[in-house]
């Protein structure tokens, strides 16, 4: 499986980005099999896990410090997933990944996924 998130860019706080997550190397009854985790890094730090969604779609997932500004969603027959992001903060700077598992549940653990996109770089700043 492999996954190229896009949709990054410069925005100024206040404002909104979509990132998508596309898979491709898996046909869509396969994809289905697949949670989705969202991670981020910001510079200096760690990867960290901040949303996903099970392989039904049900139920996203996600940290406070997004919870409410964030809104994960998925697309099975386009074998996407989408990360809608509003009222983003200067705090929300950093390289957005996506990640995928074959398991029903998602998690916000790393080591949970086995398959990783290469990231898109979300900059907030005035």
């Known amino acids: 499986v492999q996954l190229q998130a896009s949709g990054g860019g410069l925005v100024r706080p206040g404002g909104s980005l979509r990132l998508s997550c596309a898979a491709s190397g898996v046909t869509l009854e396969h994809y289905e099999y697949y949670a989705i985790g969202w991670f981020r890094q910001a510079p200096g730090k760690e990867r960290e896990g901040f949303g996903c969604i099970t392989n039904s779609g049900g139920a996203p997932y996600y940290v406070d410090s997004v919870k409410g500004r964030f809104t994960i969603s998925r697309d099975n027959a386009k074998k996407s997933v989408y990360l809608q992001m509003n009222n983003l903060k200067p705090e929300d700077t950093a390289i957005y990944y996506c990640?995928?598992?074959?398991?029903?549940?998602?998690?916000?653990?790393?080591?949970?996924?086995?398959?990783w996109g290469q990231g898109t770089l979300v900059t907030v700043s005035s």
């Open positions: 990640a995928a598992q074959r398991y029903s549940s998602c998690s916000l653990r790393r080591d949970w996924y086995e398959y």
